[in-house]
């Protein structure tokens, strides 16, 4: 049973994610983005994902929870890159535990878009060399724009001047040299 999980395309750059389920009432700080949420479609066409996100939410939820995920990355040296909450969101433990997570693996890099970097205290986080925070438009709170931060553009329209396209590529947002992120709606963050 793993609890960080990839696909073909996010595993030729090492990225692994950690999902819990979207929507309400697990993503805090969520607003509009609720109404373009990639998920949504993921869960009508893969039905056995919902339940495996429900899983790692009660996982989640467990003292030990931050314990399982370092001994999961010591046992797998291809997981190189950690997106969590690529579904999902950050609970106030969820700061804590992967604060602890990325403490003990300092080899490993990871990153998160978020709705809730005004709920929760990211500070500590943010002062890890391997720990990227990247706010993302769609929630409750206005992105602070001198932070790192994504924006949605929908399709046809042009990337505004400064920021780079990472709708393709997660390892684009992932890179902490890029600060301004543009990702077309396709639903998804
Ligand atoms: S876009 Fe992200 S924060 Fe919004 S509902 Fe979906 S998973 Fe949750």
């Known amino acids: 049973m793993n609890i960080l999980t990839t696909n073909t395309k996010l595993s030729r750059d090492g990225i692994y994610t950690f999902n819990h389920p979207s929507g309400r009432p697990y993503c805090i700080g969520a607003d509009s983005c609720l109404g373009f949420c990639f998920w949504d479609n993921i869960y009508k066409q893969y039905p056995n994902t919902k339940p495996a996100h429900i899983r790692n939410w009660e996982l989640s939820q467990k003292p030990f929870f931050a314990d399982m995920v370092i001994y999961e990355l010591q046992s797998n040296p291809r997981m190189k890159l950690i997106r969590p909450y690529a579904s999902g969101e950050y609970t106030k433990k969820g700061v804590e535990d992967w604060h602890k997570i990325a403490s003990a693996m300092p080899d490993r890099r990871f990153y998160s878009y978020t709705k809730a970097y005004k709920v929760f205290d990211f500070s500590a986080l943010e ?4 720990f ?3 706010q993302s438009e769609g929630g409750i709170h206005p992105v602070d724009k001198r932070k790192p931060h994504a924006i949605i553009v929908d399709k046809g329209q042009p990337i505004p ?3 780079v396209d990472a709708s393709e590529s997660d390892a684009i947002g992932a890179d902490p040299r890029n ?11």
């Open 161 to 163: 001047d400064g920021y």
């Open 179 to 189: 600060k301004k992120i543009a990702l077309y709606r396709k639903g998804g963050k």
């Open 132 to 134: 990227k925070i990247i």
């Open 127 to 130: 002062k890890l060399k391997n």
